[in-house]
T-cell receptor, first 114, second 114 residues
């Protein structure tokens, strides 16, 4: 079945440094890749997404890259701030069968130290 | 424009009781998804519903769990004869369409089984 692997599971950086989280997916039909940020006790919130017809997308300090050939995509956070500390989940969606199902990675716990 | 609503936010049940979780999608959304999140773990897909139809229930245990999304009213996830292992956060998400559409999450229901 579909599978999404996410690395690293934990990431600790100093404020101002960059953070990179990587995911690979197994279903070659996947065509939509969202990233969610979840703070402790809160709901997952969409921070950025990318579709398979583009290779990169940027929104201020956050960027996502997609390599469809290699079936992997990455989240890049630049100039990290303490409020970026949270668990980040990547996901892949497959439209095969006419409907979408989000398959999540296991999450990356990011800690940004002042 | 209200987001996805879930209630109750916290639910305590004793083993053997029933748990009923409700989800009202965002206005204009007719697709609902339920996910389970165990402590310190990622989100696992359970079931995908459209109005009056179950589209995919491949992630839902066959025993004790059921879901519905009636023509009127919220989607309901029902867990009968709860056991301690059912303790988790249950999130629902909704989308406008069912293909490549962003899913927006509710605040979750935290179920504790004593």
């Amino acid at each position: 079945g579909e599978n999404v692997e996410q690395h690293p599971s934990t990431l600790s950086v100093q404020e101002g440094d960059s953070a990179v989280i990587k995911c690979t997916y197994s279903d070659s039909a996947s065509n939509y890749f969202p990233w969610y940020k979840q703070e402790l006790g809160k709901r997952p919130q969409l921070i950025i997404d990318i579709r398979s017809n583009v290779g990169e997308k940027k929104d201020q300090r956050i960027a996502v890259t997609l390599n469809k050939t290699a079936k992997h995509f990455s989240l890049h956070i630049t100039e990290t701030q303490p409020e970026d500390s949270a668990v980040y989940f990547c996901a892949a969606i497959s439209a095969s069968g006419g409907y979408n199902k989000l398959i999540f990675g296991a999450g990356t716990r990011l800690a940004v130290h002042p | 424009n209200a987001g996805v609503m879930q209630n109750p936010r916290h639910l305590v049940r004793r083993r053997g009781q029933e748990a009923r979780l409700r989800c009202s999608p965002m206005k204009g959304h007719s697709h609902v998804y339920w996910y389970r999140q165990l402590p310190e773990e990622g989100l696992k897909f359970m079931v995908y519903l459209q109005k009056e139809n179950i589209i995919d229930e491949s992630g839902m245990p066959k025993e004790r769990f059921s879901a519905e999304f009636p023509k009127e009213g919220p989607s309901i996830l029902r867990i009968q004869q709860v056991v301690r292992g059912d303790s988790a956060a249950y999130f629902c998400a909704s989308s406008r369409q069912g293909t490549q559409e962003t899913q927006y999450f509710g605040p979750g229901t935290r179920l504790l089984v004593l």
